[in-house]
């Protein structure tokens, strides 16, 4: 595991160094320059069956430094409740970097990191957990104008910890 915080201290290094970039670009130009470059997007999502509730509000912010290369910054707030079993709140953020080689190909790289609180009814005789679950990611998708269709890798899943199902997951990414 040591081997994966390492790449994240590396990939957020990189993406600082992205940053400090672009407020160096930003500097040169007109403040009306920089947020034509900036692209807002996120995701909803909303789930519910028999004593069952969740749901996600989770948006995103991108910069496109040119016409391949794009940063961003993310925020994830989820709430889910199973009645009479358990109730959780789940807050954190993520930085993304999305790399376009051809127009239709997208490759993305996100680091996640989500602080889990979740409670258990009494009768359950469970430990309530509050934890952070961080997740790195990497995507590739099929990108046609503001809509990216495409799957991801979490490098860092932990089947105990993560509040995804499994390692790899769907996505549909739309900026405006």
């Known amino acids: 595991m040591n081997r994966f915080y390492l790449i994240i201290k590396i990939y957020i290094l990189f993406y600082f160094i992205i940053l400090s970039s672009i407020s160096t670009l930003n500097a040169q130009q007109n403040n009306s320059d920089f947020w034509n470059s900036v692209r807002f997007g996120g995701g909803i999502g909303l789930s519910f069956g028999d004593g069952f509730f969740s749901g996600t509000l989770a948006p995103i912010a991108i910069y496109e430094i040119n016409n391949q290369v794009a940063v961003g910054l993310g925020l994830n707030g989820t709430y889910n409740s199973q009645k009479n079993v358990y109730k959780s709140t789940i807050l954190g953020a993520s930085i993304i970097s999305l790399f376009n080689p051809v127009d239709a190909i997208q490759l993305s790289a996100e680091f996640e990191e989500l602080h889990v609180n979740r409670n258990y009814e009494s009768y359950y005789n469970l430990p309530n957990d509050t934890y952070w679950s961080p997740a790195l990611f990497i995507g590739a998708g099929y990108r046609s ?30 900026y405006l």
Request: proline share 3%; aromatic share 20%.
């Open 145 to 174: 104008g503001n809509v990216t269709l495409g799957v991801r890798y979490d490098l860092l899943y932990d089947k105990g910890k993560s509040i995804y199902a499994n390692a790899w997951a769907p996505f549909v990414r739309f």
